[in-house]
Antibody
Framework: QVHLVQSGAEVKKPGASMKVSCKTSGYTFTTYGITWVRQAPGQGLEWMGWINTYSGNTNYAQKFQGRLTMTTDTATTTAYMELRSLGFDDTAVYYC??????????????WGQGTMVTVSS | SYVVTQPPSVSVAPGKTATITCGGHNIGSKGVHWYQQKPGQAPVLVISYDSDRPSGIPERFSGSNSGNTATLTISRVEAGDEADYYCQVWNSGTDHVVFGGGTKLTVL
């Protein structure tokens, strides 16, 4: 069975960095891409970016360019998302999700459980 | 940038049909995906590429897409269908994913 299991909740200071992991299992890791989506409290879904797990190529949403890095570790079939220079408006639940066909614009069929990140002074 | 618009809320009585729209310029030329999200849970894919229903999703869920509007239809609505629903499209102009703002479905 396919699973995406994310790291636990974090509390960060403004200006700090966060790094969330997404451990995958149950499928061939490099066949499907991983996207990251966040959801601020009471708000909608916001796409952050996507990583091709085979090539390592990334595609980031414009608003995160320069402070977002997505990586993978194929040995452990884990994806990572690092966001730097955190502000209060980065407080959100962060999700990883698998695309259904290896394309950034595909549907996302399997989601992690979400990681709550709170930015607080 | 490409904008997709959803109604903030839709209400429907049990057993009736709910229709949730996703509007965008020439959205009929794009593949639209739909997600259901219940409080405190991760989103669940209910329709991909306009009308494909993933395994495990009830046949009551269907989708269509034409012109400037994509539609998610839920037939014979049940109390358990109460959730937020999001549409998603690919903006080929920017190579970015775009989500609609979400629609809260209330079952009366």
């Amino acid at each position: 069975q396919v699973h995406l299991v994310q790291s636990g909740a974090e509390v960060k200071k403004p200006g700090a960095s966060m790094k969330v992991s997404c451990k995958t299992s149950g499928y061939t890791f490099t066949t499907y891409g991983i996207t990251w989506v966040r959801q601020a409290p009471g708000q909608g879904l916001e796409w952050m970016g996507w990583i091709n797990t085979y090539s390592g190529n990334t595609n980031y949403a414009q608003k995160f360019q320069g402070r977002l890095t997505m990586t993978t570790d194929t040995a452990t079939t884990t994806a990572y998302m690092e966001l730097r220079s955190l502000g209060f408006d980065d407080t959100a639940v962060y999700y990883c999700a698998r695309d259904i066909g290896g394309f950034a614009g595909d549907a996302f069929d399997i989601w992690g459980q979400g990681t709550m990140v709170t930015v607080s002074s | 940038s490409y904008v997709v618009t959803q109604p903030p809320s839709v209400s429907v009585a049990p057993g009736k049909t709910a229709t949730i729209t996703c509007g965008g310029h020439n959205i009929g030329s794009k593949g639209v995906h739909w997600y259901q999200q219940k409080p405190g849970q991760a989103p669940v894919l209910v329709i991909s590429y306009d009308s494909d229903r993933p395994s495990g999703i009830p046949e009551r869920f269907s989708g269509s897409n034409s012109g400037n509007t994509a539609t998610l239809t839920i037939s014979r609505v049940e109390a358990g269908d109460e959730a937020d629903y999001y549409c998603q499209v690919w903006n080929s102009g920017t190579d970015h994913v775009v989500f609609g703002g979400g629609t809260k479905l209330t079952v009366l």
